[in-house]
T-cell receptor, first 110, second 113 residues
Framework: EDKVVQSPLSLVVHEGDTVTLNCSYE??????LLWYKQEKKAPTFLFML????IEKKSGRLSSILDKKELFSILNITATQTGDSAVYLC??????????FGPGTRLSVLP | DSGVTQTPKHLITATGQRVTLRCSPR?????VYWYQQSLDQGLQFLIQ???????AKGNILERFSAQQFPDLHSELNLSSLELGDSALYFC????????????FGEGSWLTVV
């Protein structure tokens, strides 16, 4: 059965800290890995990673995929209170199915 | 705004009842996905439709059913509701092409009392 595991499940940091969120996956016919940010309601898309070793960046956020070890990390530098959210990782396979992990709840304190 | 529209936003109903949740995908998107998110639970995939046909099925209960209509909007029907069905139900859509992603609606909050 396909599964996605995220760690830690919960994280509390202070503004300015750097955090690393982990995602490991076992997805049959894996195509890509996606990261979403969920604040109050709908998850919003952050990154889609299909190739190993190529870092994707968006401002203070960056992510990389390791297809050999079947994991991805999401880094957030110089965290701000607005980064407080649940970060979801999802594996996407060629069957057009998205398998989501449980999420990492990040709380950034002022 | 993702372009995916879900109605109603909030719904409170009694056990044993039946409700219908509606989703309009982004313009041009052919695939619709339904997810359930309970408190402290991750997103649970329920079902996917592509251009009117069921493509993939996840952990969807027999009491639940869905369909996608010719105009590509989708409905999720939940019947014989139980307290445990209280959750946030998300609809998402995608164009369904290479290297695509899915875009979520705001969700429908269902509370069963």
């Amino acid at each position: 059965e396909d599964k996605v595991v995220q760690s830690p499940l919960s994280l509390v940091v202070h503004e300015g800290d750097t955090v690393t969120l982990n995602c490991s996956y076992e997805v049959t016919n894996f195509r890509s890995l996606l990261w979403y940010k969920q604040e109050k309601k709908a998850p919003t898309f952050l990154f889609m990673l299909t190739s190993s070793g190529i870092e994707k960046k968006s401002g203070r956020l960056s992510s990389i995929l390791d297809k050999k070890e079947l994991f991805s990390i999401l880094n957030i530098t110089a965290t701000q209170t607005g980064d407080s959210a649940v970060y979801l990782c999802a594996g996407y396979n060629y069957g057009q199915n998205f398998v989501f992990g449980p999420g990492t709840r990040l709380s950034v304190l002022p | 705004d993702s372009g995916v529209t879900q109605t109603p936003k909030h719904l409170i109903t009694a056990t044993g009842q039946r409700v219908t949740l509606r989703c309009s995908p982004r313009s041009g998107d052919l695939s619709v996905y339904w997810y359930q998110q309970s408190l402290d639970q991750g997103l649970q995939f329920l079902i996917q439709y592509y251009n009117g046909e069921e493509r993939a099925k996840g952990n969807i209960l027999e009491r639940f059913s869905a369909q996608q209509f010719p105009d590509l909007h989708s409905e999720l029907n939940l019947s014989s509701l139980e307290l445990g069905d209280s959750a946030l139900y998300f609809c998402a859509s995608s164009v369904d092409r290479e290297l695509d992603t899915i875009y979520f609606g705001e969700g429908s909050w269902l509370t069963v009392v």
